[in-house]
């Protein structure tokens, strides 16, 4: 049993997505993926729906809007401005 626990928290961790997908993810989470994907500065963050959303701006001052789905840790859409 010990075995099929951590060979699954270790095929979680080879996806690259954050621990959190296994519940619910914080706005940490959200925050570090926004981060991974090429935000350098965050403007606002918030939970709507059961979507957080995600608004900032790139290295080159672009607007770039996140939507990552809270339960599962997809992302659901990157629109760059």
Known sequence: M???LWSVILGL???GLPAATAGRLTVDDVRNM???KGVVTIEEIKLDHGVWKVQGRDAGGHK???EV????GEIVR???H
């Open 2 to 4: 010990r075995r099929l």
């Open 78 to 80: 990157i629109k760059r």
């Open 13 to 15: 961790a080879t996806l």
């Open 34 to 36: 926004a981060f991974a």
């Open 69 to 72: 789905d809270a339960g599962s």
């Open 64 to 66: 770039i809007e996140i």
